[in-house]
């Protein structure tokens, strides 16, 4: 269940903003906040970490620490989570493992912790400000940065809010539907970011200088780890998706000549192209395609045949774009086997591997995975990412 403290705005939508947990780069916002090494909060946010994940229950620490040594035998022996012949060949190595870790843990220090300082510190964080940027190009300023506004101790959530304001026309949230924007957090997980806006400002435009309050809730552990190991809050806008073949007002199908010239917050131009290409593998041929711009900056393009669009192609630069599972170029490869197990994987002689689910091929470098055609999660490298999806 999720707690509002101090807020009595009513619901316009819930909206999913982009969350960014990094070291902060170029972007606007809250800089007043000094950085500290220990992360978003502190010295007192590493320590708040180390208690509120350690409770001083007898049966969930046991757990903890054998779920720990697990994740150390399956990154020293791949297999040994999942197939019972690996586990039996080294289960004499992690009985030993969980046995020395066992005898490390002190529960009537966790107690005394737990206890006594858990609620002082708890307090203490409540009165931090988080830095708080927006990524470069997204038409909101920062007015409050993020703050802890709960921890729940009961089922180890803490819930965070930010408020925002409009730059810009807040036209996406108008003729988009708002589920279509999503949260990163550290590139690595995806969260829901509730939107509300005072219900006597609702319009069909929201005009700039709209306020937002972001509200972000958060009970997975990895997730507010992540969070309070991070150097800053960036803030980053999915605003389009691409799905079943149709992107804002592009659609698979259609021609490219019918396009708007502009379209607000997805791109400010377009080139169209054709190009001879001399392929030793599949014959020469010409490609056909048109360019998206927003400013200089290409952001994706669209494959055409006689004019006719046939895929929606996203590459690096199409950062606001998802698509209908919320997937993003820049997605670590291992993320999206996680979520989606039905992409089917394939080699690509130049320098690639791919996956198809229904309309969506995901491309990732050949030197980011471990065999040559990825069957798991584990097939590849912690570092590979979708570089290219194509949509069809």
């Not at 309050?213 to 991070?230: G, H, M, Q, T």
Request: contains cysteine; hydrophobic residues 35%; charged residues 30%.
């Amino acid at each position: 269940m999720i707690v509002m403290n101090k807020v009595s705005m009513k619901v316009y939508a819930i909206a999913l903003a982009g969350l960014f947990m990094m070291s902060c780069g170029k972007s606007s916002g809250n800089d007043s906040d000094s950085i500290s090494d220990d992360g978003l909060f502190g010295s007192e946010g590493s320590e708040f970490i180390d208690i509120f994940y350690n409770e001083p229950d007898e049966i969930k620490m046991r757990d903890k620490v054998e779920f720990a040594i697990r994740d150390e035998m399956e990154a020293k022996y791949p297999g040994f989570k999942t197939y019972g012949y690996v586990q039996d060949r080294h289960l004499d190595e992690y009985d030993q493992k969980v046995n020395e870790a066992w005898s490390k843990v002190d529960l009537a220090v966790l107690k005394d912790k737990w206890d006594n300082r858990l609620p002082n510190l708890i307090e203490e964080l409540k009165t931090k400000n988080a830095p708080t940027n927006v990524i470069e190009g997204v038409p909101l300023k920062i007015v409050k940065p993020f703050k802890i506004d709960n921890v729940h101790v009961d089922n180890h959530g803490v819930s965070l809010s930010c408020t925002v304001e409009l730059t810009s026309t807040g036209g996406m949230m108008a003729d988009y539907p708002p589920e279509f924007l999503f949260v990163d957090v550290d590139d690595e997980v995806v969260l829901r970011c509730r939107a509300f806006v005072d219900e006597s400002k609702m319009k069909a435009r929201m005009e700039p200088g709209t306020q937002l309050l972001l509200y972000l809730y958060i009970s997975d552990e990895d997730a507010v780890k992540n969070i309070f190991s991070s150097k800053c809050v960036k803030i980053n806008w999915r605003m389009f998706k691409a799905s079943d073949g149709k992107m804002g007002p592009i659609k698979v199908g259609a021609s490219y000549t019918d396009l708007p010239k502009s379209v607000e917050c997805l791109y400010d131009k377009f080139d169209h192209e054709t190009v001879n290409v001399e392929d030793e593998m599949e014959g020469d041929y010409t490609s056909e395609y048109c360019k998206f711009y927003k400013g200089d900056k290409e952001v994706f393009r669209v494959e055409l045949e006689d004019g006719i669009i046939r895929a929606i192609i996203l590459h690096e630069g199409s950062s606001g774009i998802v698509t209908n599972l919320g997937f993003y170029v820049g997605i670590p490869a291992r993320k999206l086997v996680r979520i989606d197990h039905f992409v089917k994987w394939n080699t690509y002689y130049d320098g690639e591997v791919f996956g198809e689910h229904g309309r969506n091929t995901y491309y990732v470098s050949s030197d980011e995975v471990l065999k040559e055609i990825p069957t798991g999660e584990f097939d590849f490298k912690p570092t590979a990412k979708v570089t290219k999806i194509v949509c069809r």
